[in-house]
């Protein structure tokens, strides 16, 4: 088996809470959205976009989900909004992928949605091929509307998903898969 297989077969997400430093270089984040940007996209509409959070962004984001958290919920206790405020300060860089669909009279809007799946995806699989941890999570701050106006976004986009990269303190234990027999037919 090649090496791109391998790393495939044993790629597998690493919870934020096990990220840390050092992250990416510039450099390498300048070839983990080359590598993600390289998907399925019929009529090359780029259907989606990315938001590159990390340094200072992170807190600023944390002061963000903390006002949110706690304008919802008054009476939550302090640890709840200690840790709305600390959700993206873990990896040191978060990459949240922006879909938006852009009309078409012949690509359907779910396809451009897949597309924007496809990148998160090869985000995924970008890092671990570069040696880092990662994992694609969405939550409430991928739907609530302050959290995605304070990122600007645009009304006609969604957040596809927030994908924490860092070094991995830990190596989570692999997971059951699906038994193949029970998710495949024959036609």
């Given at each position: 088996?090649?090496?791109?297989?391998?790393?495939l077969?044993?790629?597998?997400?690493?919870?934020?809470?096990?990220?840390?430093?050092?992250?990416?270089?510039?450099?390498?984040?300048e070839?983990l959205?080359?590598?993600?940007?390289?998907?399925?996209?019929?009529?090359?509409?780029?259907?989606?976009?990315?938001?590159?959070i990390q340094?200072?962004?992170?807190?600023?984001?944390?002061?963000?989900?903390?006002?949110?958290?706690?304008?919802?919920?008054?009476?939550?206790?302090?640890?709840?909004?200690?840790a709305?405020?600390?959700?993206?300060?873990?990896?040191?860089?978060?990459?949240?992928?922006?879909?938006?669909?852009?009309?078409h009279v012949?690509?359907p809007?779910?396809?451009?949605?897949?597309?924007?799946g496809?990148?998160?995806?090869?985000?995924l699989?970008?890092?671990?091929?570069?040696?880092?941890?990662?994992?694609?999570?969405?939550?409430?701050?991928?739907?609530?509307?302050?959290?995605?106006d304070a990122?600007?976004?645009?009304s006609?986009?969604?957040?596809?998903?927030?994908?924490?990269?860092?070094?991995?303190?830990e190596?989570?234990?692999?997971?059951?898969?699906?038994?193949?027999?029970?998710?495949?037919t024959?036609?």
């Amino acid at each position: 088996m090649n090496e791109s297989l391998s790393r495939l077969q044993q790629r597998r997400s690493v919870p934020p809470r096990w990220l840390g430093g050092p992250g990416p270089s510039e450099q390498e984040i300048e070839t983990l959205l080359k590598v993600a940007s390289r998907v399925p996209d019929h009529g090359k509409l780029a259907p989606w976009r990315f938001i590159l959070i990390q340094g200072e962004g992170r807190e600023r984001l944390g002061d963000i989900l903390a006002a949110a958290f706690q304008a919802d919920y008054p009476d939550a206790d302090a640890e709840k909004v200690v840790a709305e405020r600390e959700r993206f300060s873990k990896a040191p860089l978060v990459i949240a992928v922006v879909s938006r669909v852009i009309p078409h009279v012949k690509i359907p809007d779910w396809e451009q949605i897949l597309s924007a799946g496809a990148v998160c995806m090869n985000l995924l699989n970008a890092a671990s091929a570069l040696g880092y941890g990662a994992s694609w999570l969405s939550g409430w701050a991928a739907f609530d509307r302050r959290v995605l106006d304070a990122l600007g976004l645009q009304s006609n986009e969604r957040l596809a998903g927030y994908i924490h990269i860092g070094t991995a303190k830990e190596t989570p234990a692999d997971r059951d898969r699906p038994d193949l027999a029970s998710i495949v037919t024959r036609f």
